[in-house]
């Protein structure tokens, strides 16, 4: 009888291993929406969070169900137990080890606890939203601090694409007028459209873009670092008190830890509402002052409006109005930015901006 050599035989299972694995997580995918698609449309109706984002966030956070947390403790979307959590916990190791997470009796009960989790005042503006608008739900949950995970709106995009997850938002919409058939009928032609194809090239691109900003991300963080900030400890930057709050920092926490109120934080650093950190960044336990303690900063690499601000201490208000700009502008690199007294003119614009993508010079 025919052998095989070794390394041919180690290949060939090696291929059928991983194929039998992609099988085996696309059947695992779609058994989890066979099973839930329905109790999503039901939370959508009831609370207005889109069966698709609801889906998409199950999918992901539980791995089609086979998860720890899921298995355990019923515990579809990650949600750790917080200080007002009164029922069953777990201990699950996650960004630390032995964090303390949610346990419910039923998988419904996980759907409903999520639905009520997103009700909360820091995710109020996802529901202005379009409930169709399944990308903006994903970059806003994670720039309202859902997730750590610096490309997890990019995760979640994928996996509705890849399900074409936004039939179930479609039909609870429909559903809630009582044309589910149409519905039903408009899902399977949007699949069947070239839309799917575009979707697929427009996600790529939001992946070369998440992948540049999460490397930008880290290059701003070794920034900071290089200043030799002191750690875990109040310092001042320009007679302000300021910290360095590592990645993954809660700003309720600091709030919290350091007496200021959370809506105060947010205003001295000029920071829009958000939780988690998502790199190393300095923060303000007091208002910035209008006027820096040195002349002007030269821009540098990877370094924006906002940063300049933090890292000199001047309110960002005072840097765009010496500087003559608007919020949003991003100066070339080398460009004095000046922190005092008015700039003679305007500082040149970067061309792109930190993707790599054109900006307006005006």
Known sequence: MLKFPKLFSTLLASVLFSTAFAQ???ERVSTYISQYADLAISEMLRTGVP??????????ESSGGQSDLASFAKNHF????????????MSHDDDSKGECFRKYASVEDSYKDHSEFLKRPHYAFLFKLDPTDFEGWAKGLKKAGYATNPVYAEKLIKIIVDNNLQQYTLLAMERQQGNEDNALAFADKVEKKDDLKNSVSKLREVLADAKLAAKQSIERASSLKKESYPANSI??????KVILAPGGTSLFAVATNYHVAYKKLLDFNDLDETDILTNDQLIFLQKKSKRGAKDFHVIEANEDLHDVSQKEGVQLSSVL?????QKGMIPAIGEKIYLKSPAPASPKLATTNYRGKSISMN
């Open 51 to 60: 069966a698709t984002i609801t889906l998409a966030q199950g999918i992901h």
């Open 321 to 325: 109005e010496f500087n003559h700009l």
């Open 78 to 89: 990650g949600i750790k137990c917080n200080s007002d959590w009164k029922g069953e916990t």
């Open 24 to 26: 085996s997580h696309k």
């Open 235 to 240: 310092f001042n930057i320009n007679e302000a």
